[in-house]
């Protein structure tokens, strides 16, 4: 009479998530995993949606809770998979983001510029795997997508993957977006396998579409929110500044992990293992703090950016389909050169132009594989009846502009 | 101090609804509405999904609620909405559907072929007038879409009417089918009026969108399910026969205003007064009892028919997007003729091929117009950056077979 | 590669619910169970819920949802579960309710006098034992109570059982009367067997402590709501004096099963299986329909007692802790008596007074034992830190007496 | 035609927030304000429910929420309330909590010692009332209880106000402690005004029932939560020797904000407009910031402390009724000295008992007031039928000890 010892979770969205003894409890009791637990999912999304506080240590978690229901759903309908297969691929999700930093795209526009998160998950799983004696192998090359079979991976990494099927249901939870909400139980209900890679079921299509049309909301209400993006912007502005001071010799107060990156040049070349260590100690605490000493720093530029943020008295920005004219981006800068006596490039940190897109569904990306009841695969967009879809298909792109408000 | 003396009902959806006193409460209180109570929502659907026991009554009072919201959410963005507008609105919607009768796409089909339930629920709402001395004039003038402020009649019965956001919603919630679930609240927050047309803001085009497609997966899904269809034809097609026997002499168990739409030939040109009597005394429970006594009668076709519905015993049935041959056809009756010895005529009644269709945006029903940030009104297909929309404009149709399992 | 086939049922509350195919599916399947599809789990509470249409056929197959989690979480937990274990115990559970007849209190009070619903659910598993070639023996022993591990029967029928689980979280849920929700997944997490008892794990108390106090409060705000208690006096009512007509030769319009026992004297002794079959056809469709037609019956009694529910113009009722005073009683039945030219025994069928009371938490039945962390097992009376549990096993009565509105 | 113009924030509990423009708004805009952005409502809790990040600010916007519904639902109830004290109460329960430092509880027993956040709160209010020329002197009068009209402080601050209603909710829902959930609505209207105090209808006995056995239920598992008791403690302890060894001369990494407080003795007497602009500028992240730079001190104590928080690698916790034994606390300090070589003092940080109680109902704070149907008020554990509740008056007072876990 053996017991199975499992350490339970609350999730107001699952309810409960069982985490089995073993390697998995190990690495999320690991400090690389637990520095998750201060990075934000939707970076300075809070400043819109005031419940969008919850991190990437939940969002991993609750990506292990449905990976551990899609896998046990595929056991029942007779796809074979052994338990190691099982454990490395819910030891892939649970690490999938691992490498995100605090403010991650801000910061690779930035101080880790030029290196994308997923690079320095695979360093952090490289890094834990020596520390586990190699346990991690077969959950790398799944991650890495060099496995054999296939849905594995697209389970970890896809167009309709464990990740996105979290995300969205969790952003759309916490942000009270209700209309993002997706239907996790239906989706892995109707996941299979054909030929060693994932398809879902005829039955499924309009819960794909579903799905897709609701990614495709979240994008544009939500992830590409004006607010958010102007906050985004702003972030990653003042983390440009602070290493071009830094750089100019200029000693900002900063933690030591966020000092080391902005008094050096980090880039995918000398992300070396000394590089890994100091990115574990980075999160959304480093960044936040350092700008709010930074709000009376003598620097214009480096003050009054932090401010905007840390008070939330925000740019201006508008939208549309058109790029704006370079004169209109000019006529603000110069306002602000004459109204602060700043220079082009100090006035540049605070006017500026640039594009947001989605493509709600990429064929590039792999598709979505439809086996209908006839036993064909055939893509979604083929298989949907009134080619809603395939309009799904083209990037829509948009362009903004930000400026300061003009204030009494 | 006055007090305004409200009825609260609980509703799971919305929590709490108020019931102003007054002439609202009192076409409440009605036997012709508290008819409604044994009229389900959504016919045999629970035999699908079992929590839809939902009534007409329940959905009724749903959409009074919301209509009160939009009215409010309307008033406090500047329209102006007299007190007898907004009575005659919340009455209108809350009598638009106390026409219907049970199975009421099966009935207009079978006993009542022909009236359409829009027209019975406007010779109720008449009968109503005349009995509370005209206070519904003007109810019925925004019904018929004769007042002059088209938006209050669009409220009523539009693409993105009170009714539809309520229904959607609801059957959502009671099938359990989260994937329709639409967001009420943002739907009625989007709403304006441009010159007494109904206009929804341009930042609620993800939410048109999201209805469109929460609306179309709901039909293919939940309405159109193929054991829903084959139920409902199975109830049309016992009606039939049991008018049938009935015009032929055999006089069928039935409670008296069932017998009388059995044995009397009632279409549009003869729907009088006394017919309208009778018709508010029909409601579910008349066609199941009927059917239950029937499962022990001596004619087959009644008798199999009668228990495979009471008994969820139900036809096999085939759906794919060509129609299905006649040769097909003939085979199934040809050997169901065989082997129990039935005509021809009555073997139709077991096996039988039709259409489905569904057409998730019309521009013939009024479109849904947006109005852009620039102040144009712009159809919401024209308005959508992705022209995902457009597809939805296409009707799509679907043919099905159906015919006995073969047991045994 | 063998494939578990299953069907699903979506159910509001739990999401997907999954059948087994096998005994559990052709269960389901047989005409005896699909009858509770057409009996409402709360009788006439959708007179003050009217989201409460939910039926008996739902709440046994959600009971079999959650007994199917509570089985795997005992064996996680080390309990040995054989395979012919738990299908019986998920048998049990899914038959535990299927004596109920329509509005089966009301009943119980007039036509079947005398005969506990409990009895016919045993006289209907044992002719499905028969029927099923006796893969019922352990499921009837379970139910019960006479197989030696107690905690399987304790699972279908004690006062933490999978029975109230269920249904307290699905009347709540269908009612809108949040406050009466409990967590289904946290009582089932909590639970233990010790020495084959049933036990709450002791970090379980407070979960164990509100499960009592929202179904106290379900008890006063739902089931005993002064209007249901009216209703279904009322339907009681009304049937005693169909029998009563009956038995004095008069023939009243109903159904074949209803006539059956309105002109026979079934009792617990005579029941035999002509009357289970007989019986097996009444649902809530006879007990209405038949209503509706009394309602223009020549008898005062039954006529006004059917138009009284039918049109939902009920009596009035009056709750208070002391018994009512006869003399108030006999003013009431004597101004009825004078109005209508009543004599006393009819007039009695309209004005009556009664008790109702609920015991929160009883010993007798068996109690909830908690298992403490030091390993002793301890009523949860004593083992609640407050001793506010301890009030909550004295039984709570009150009085009521029901007469007619005074009319205009 | 004039346009209300409003901010609506999306909330994932209530749906839509609506701010009205003017004073509110403004408030809301201020920078006191905003830093509520970065503290969470539930201090370091997430350690154990990975949900509840969510912050005072949220809260505070909850409570207005609310509070608009119950100043509303008085007002239908024909309540006098003025444009003016509607307001006041809504700027006085929007700023009830704007004291709350970082860890707030952590912080009133170290760094500023004995100074309770409600009287920062008010310091706070009189500082924004000289910026905002007096507009808030009635808000203060209605939070320090000295407004005539009683009700409105109760609102702010008694046993069933809107700040409870709201924080029970809003924790029960991050947490996924959904059976701290109470229902926000009926609370609210069940409330009623009598002799300008706050009362609830009788109606509402079982309501407030569950209200305060949720909130009992809420502390006992939730607030009461072993891990997060010592997670605040170790909070607490890493400030008191950062205080220590500030006042001794060792210079700390930390924010200026935190190291003003860290050298400087701020008590209630001595806390001034310096002060206060100081603790405006403190939030979540100047302590976290602060103990990840501690993680590498050479201090043993404030390393080892801060190491567990960060790391969430606590100490270890027992809880029973009885107190222990000081015996038992020798031995774990004796033998934490003995392995590391420190002073009694220094292993007195690890190794430390205390109490934790709970009083669900209490007479002092006021009580709750029942409206009896016959228009008596009478207290509610008076009106309650089974004298539950009074049992709920009793202080529960539970012992914990703390100590390091045993490793390798």
Redo the contacts between chains.
Sequence with gaps: ????K?T??????Y??IAIPNGLIFDLI?H?YF?RL??I?QMGLS??????A???R??HA?GCLHIMQKALETLQ?????ISDAEKEATLAAILLHDIGHGPFSHAMEHSIVEGIHHELISLKFMEALNQEFNGSLTLAIEIFKGSYSRKFLNQLVSGQLDMDRTDYLKRDS???????G???T??II?MLNVHEDELVVEEKGI??V??FL??R??MY??VYLHKTSLVAEQLVTRVLKRAKELSHQGVRLPA??ALDHFLTHKINATNFDTNALKTFA?L????I??AM??WC?HEDFVLRELSTAI????LLKVKIK?KAFAKAKLDKHINALQDKYGLSQHEASYFVFTGTISNQ?YSYTQGGINIKMANGKIVDVVKAS????L???T?A?V?NYICFPKSKG
């Design positions: 009479m053996q017991q199975h499992t339970i979770i609350n999730d107001p969205i309810g409960f009791q400090s637990q637990r201060r934000t809070y400043l819109v949606y005031p419940g506080h919850h991190t240590f939940h978690v029942n309908k007779g796809v074979v939870f916490y942000t009270g977006m209700a209309e909400n997706i239907n139980d239906r209900a309009y819960t579409e579903k049309v609701a495709r909301l544009w209400q933690s030591k100690k999160d959304d605490y480093d936040i703090s709010k000493e009376s840390i008070d939330r008295d389909n709600a009846d009134q080619l809603s395939k309009s799904l083209r829509v948009k």
